[in-house]
């Protein structure tokens, strides 16, 4: 090349090109690796979070044949108020 300025800022603009290419890969790695970690966590929390839903149904389904004060309350005080 006859102009080695024009070189030397070409080559300087394609070396940060190329370091932050590969700076981007890396936290795209890392964060995606975070996301399967967080799913897995939530999926978890979200299967307890159904079972803990069917066991109250059960139980409001039992109180309502067999009615006991003690589970009322219990019931009561696990409703969620309604929006």
Known sequence: MKNDTTTTVLNFVLAVLVILGVAFALLT???????????????A??????RA??????????NATAKS??????????QTPAK
Do not use: H, K, W
């Open 29 to 43: 790695m890392n964060r995606t690796r975070e996301l399967r970690t967080l799913s897995a966590a939530a999926l």
């Open 45 to 50: 929390a979200n299967n307890n979070l159904m």
């Open 53 to 62: 839903q069917g066991l109250a149904n059960d139980v409001a389904a039992f």
């Open 69 to 78: 004060p003690e589970l009322a309350r219990i019931l009561q005080g696990i």
